[in-house]
């Protein structure tokens, strides 16, 4: 049988989750909402990543709103390879979330729209302590995912075989993860999920901030 990791999966279906997400954006108004107030908030300040960018529409949106320092990553390289394509003006490459590629005080925000769902409790603190230590000082943090318990698996996706998790988390458990890799919880907002546009999780949004 196939062995197959969430990146060699990711890859596999990238074509077909760009061609699915790349719009979703059109259909979630607190999220535009919340990344306007990211991108005025870092503006002018540096690079913002949108890290687990996947096909990159996030990235795609910050640039849209004036952010145009703004670079994607993602350990898919399938995915790195159609967010190049969808938007030739952004820089985005492959790289780990666990190990980032990039120095101690690199980027003025992160971005993370559901790409820490992939990592269970000890894997998501080091995805924090990366984030922070690659944050200049007073870089922000905006951090999305899925609230819940559990875990919900794939093996088939879009016809093809995968092997993905996605874990659910419990907003209280995030936050006090992101405090003790350093960060300052600015703001924790909470929505139910909107019908018939995404997969009927309620959705969190985590603003953090790297004070030192
Ligand atoms: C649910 S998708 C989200 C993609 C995109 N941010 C979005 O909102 O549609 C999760 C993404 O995280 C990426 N990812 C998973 N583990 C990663 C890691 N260790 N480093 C970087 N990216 C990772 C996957 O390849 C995938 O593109």
Redesign the pocket.
């Given at each position: 049988m196939e062995t197959l990791s969430?990146?060699e999966s990711?890859s596999r279906v990238a074509g077909e989750y760009a061609a699915e997400?790349y719009h979703e954006l059109d259909g979630k108004i607190l999220d535009r909402t919340l990344l306007k107030r990211f991108a005025e908030s870092v503006m002018g300040r540096g690079i913002a990543c949108d890290l687990?960018?996947?096909p990159g529409?996030?990235a795609h949106y910050l640039y849209e709103q004036g952010l145009t320092s703004v670079i994607g990553?993602?350990?898919?390289e399938g995915?790195i390879e159609q967010a190049s394509r969808l938007d030739a003006r952004i820089p985005f490459s492959v790289?780990?979330?666990?190990c980032l590629p990039v120095q101690n005080d690199a980027w003025v925000g992160i971005a993370a729209?559901?790409?820490i769902?992939?990592f269970q409790e000890e894997q998501a603190r080091k995805a924090f302590a990366e984030m922070y230590r690659v944050l200049q000082p007073d870089g922000l943090a905006l951090i999305t995912f899925h609230i819940g318990e559990g875990s919900v698996r794939r093996d088939e996706w879009y016809g093809q075989p995968v092997d993905i998790t996605w874990y659910l988390f419990d907003v209280d458990d995030v936050g006090a993860w992101m405090q003790a890799a350093g960060f300052e919880m600015e703001d924790v907002i909470i929505r139910h999920p909107y019908p018939g546009v995404e997969h009927p999780s309620r959705r969190a949004y985590l603003f953090a901030r790297k004070k030192v």
């Open positions: 969430a990146t990711y997400f687990g960018c996947g529409e996030i990553m993602d350990l898919a995915m790289g780990d979330m666990l729209f559901y790409s769902v992939h």
